[in-house]
């Protein structure tokens, strides 16, 4: 049981650039949530999805978009990267909603 | 607007201490009210849950207490370790839809040998 995965660690684009991070989770959770962490903001969610084939947008998702075609995966995509994307970004998932949320380890992006 | 906030950013303290750790949020209408640890260049590890309905989780040397009506929650570690040393992070959810977390900016605690 590897839990919530993510795929890739580290990652440097260039503005303008394209990419897709993956995260994948092994537990059967219905929900699956992008979020964000940057000094002094703390964390903060991107987009979320109460299941397979929808998704919803969470405090801050402009320039991001999002996709969960199956139940065990959430792709998260960066169309046109900006610096302002630079970030640790961090998914998480759940069984439900009065449940703990179950954190991946990371990635680091930064967008030179 | 729901903010949370967590006060003092950083904590030292020697080794043996029972410690407190502090959370505020505004807006009492919680749904429920989750503790983490995020250790240097890691992912969050989730300590504790509490619902809206509850006064307090216990997890080993954990403890979690919630007032709703103050809008505050305390994190209280017994007889700290050196391995506590850790981001601790209080997050709140106030919807019972999507399950939005509000996070806080994290206490960095420090314990001392």
């Known amino acids: 049981n590897a839990g919530v995965t993510q795929t890739p660690k580290f990652r440097v684009l260039k503005t303008g650039q394209s990419m897709t991070l993956l995260c994948a989770q092994d537990?059967?959770?219905?929900?699956m949530y992008w979020y964000r962490q940057d000094p002094g903001m703390g964390l903060r969610l991107i987009h979320y999805s109460v299941g397979e084939g929808t998704t919803a947008k969470g405090e801050v998702p402009d320039g991001y978009n999002v996709s969960r075609l199956k139940k065990q995966n959430f792709l998260l995509g960066l169309e046109s990267a900006a610096p302002s994307q630079t970030s640790v970004y961090f998914c998480a998932s759940s069984y439900g909603i009065g449940v703990m949320q179950y954190f991946g380890p990371g990635t680091r992006l930064t967008v030179t | 607007k729901q903010e949370v906030t967590q006060i003092p950013a950083a904590l030292s303290v020697p080794e043996g201490e029972n410690l407190v750790l502090n959370c505020s949020f505004t807006?009492?209408?919680?749904?429920?009210l989750q503790w983490f640890r995020q250790d240097p260049g890691k992912g969050l590890t989730s300590l504790l849950l509490i619902q809206s309905s509850q006064r307090e989780q216990t997890s080993g040397r954990l403890n979690a207490s919630l007032d709703k009506s103050s809008g505050r929650s305390t994190l209280y570690i017994a007889a700290s370790q050196p391995g506590d040393s850790a981001t601790y992070l209080c997050a709140v959810r106030w919807d019972n839809q999507g399950g939005k977390l509000i996070f806080g900016q994290g206490t960095e605690l420090s314990v001392k040998p």
């Open positions: 807006d009492s209408a919680i749904y429920n």
């Open positions: 537990m059967n959770h219905e929900y």
